[in-house]
């Protein structure tokens, strides 16, 4: 691994050295990956297991068949295979974030890195909230609800129990751990966002209503089709993207663009509301003068208009005989005709 200096400018490399180095992340990636998965699938049963347990509660205590079926021959088999690459995904996720640390981070000011390096720990912090808060709270309660629709031959005339299938049980649950914690990376990016100046808090702040219509679609595409576990994710999103608003806020607050932005805001608010609070005032009948026309020809044609004035003025005092006495009625103002 080459060693990268402090200052960006003197790690600049060609197109063709980025794309080495794009490949040797993305290698050490799949590797760790790889070596992951062979160790998951050794542990299939222990993760099948732990994977299985909130439905098997849940079973013990409304009833049921309390079994997994597979209809298909290889169904088994490729559900062990998933439950081993869901495993790996959950393993790797910090290697992986890392090798994405390790390719951005010649590109950055050593002050840049000290910023982005808490949302680096961050980032698996979150992740693994959102599978907790799927697994130990909505993941119950759902399977609770859903159960309830189960029948006995008293109250139907054949009853109505659960035969799940163990392929689509699975595939369900870790849909739904991977949708949470992939989905409580949304701080993480917005204020990263907001870092490099693609979004502001104002703008979060301002389509927060569709923001919000936009958390329940999502709810509703990546997880099953009941109300407990669409507001199960819902509702955390909806208070994450409050706290993405708060810490945009406070990075620009560091920044220095929140005070100035708000200030030449209310600036410009105060003044549009002194100019309407001033135009009902304003009479143009009383004590005023008649408005003066402005030429915008410029300054050039300006003066030749007053030269041309000049010297019609000059022309008609010629014309004029001071000893002429009579040429109008006496008592005239000739500036009103009066």
Request: net charge negative; aromatic share 10%; hydrophobic share 45%.
């Amino acid at each position: 691994m080459p060693a990268y200096s402090d200052d960006p400018d003197d790690n600049k490399m060609s197109l063709v050295e980025h794309l080495t180095e794009l490949r040797t992340r993305l290698l050490w990636s799949a590797v760790a990956f790889v070596v992951a998965f062979f160790l998951c699938y050794g542990l299939a049963q222990h993760i099948y297991n732990f994977l299985m347990q909130p439905l098997a509660s849940i079973m013990q205590e409304v009833g049921g068949s309390q079994r997994m079926i597979y209809t298909a021959l290889t169904e088994a088999f490729f559900t062990y295979v998933a439950v081993a690459a869901f495993g790996a995904i959950v393993l790797t996720f910090p290697m992986i974030a890392t090798q994405v640390w390790l390719f951005i981070a010649p590109g950055l000011y050593k002050h840049e890195k000290k910023a982005l390096l808490p949302f680096l720990f961050a980032s698996p912090v979150l992740f693994l909230t959102g599978a907790a808060l799927v697994y130990y709270l909505v993941m119950p309660l759902a399977w609770r609800f859903l159960l309830g629709f189960q029948t006995s031959g008293a109250e139907t005339v054949l009853p109505i129990e659960l035969e799940a299938k163990v392929g689509e049980y699975l595939g369900l649950v870790m849909r739904l751990i991977l949708a949470f914690g992939f989905c409580f990376q949304m701080p993480v990016a917005l204020t990263l966002m907001a870092r490099v100046g693609i979004v502001s808090s104002k703008t979060l702040a301002g389509v927060r209503k569709y923001a919000i219509v936009a958390v329940f679609v999502l709810a509703a595409i990546v997880t099953p089709p009941d109300i407990i576990s669409q507001v199960g994710l819902a509702l955390p999103l909806i208070l994450l993207y409050e706290a993405s608003i708060w810490s945009c806020r406070y990075v620009e607050r560091r920044r220095g663009d929140v005070d100035e932005d708000d200030a030449w805001l209310d600036d410009d608010d105060d003044e549009d509301e002194g100019d309407r609070d001033e135009q009902p005032d304003m009479d143009p009948t009383e004590g005023s003068s008649p408005p003066e026309t402005r030429d915008d020809t410029g300054p050039a044609a300006g003066a030749t208009a007053s030269d041309a004035d000049r010297s019609v003025r000059d022309d008609t005092l010629d014309d004029i005989d001071p000893h002429d006495e009579d040429d109008g009625p006496p008592d005239t103002d000739f500036n009103t005709g009066r």
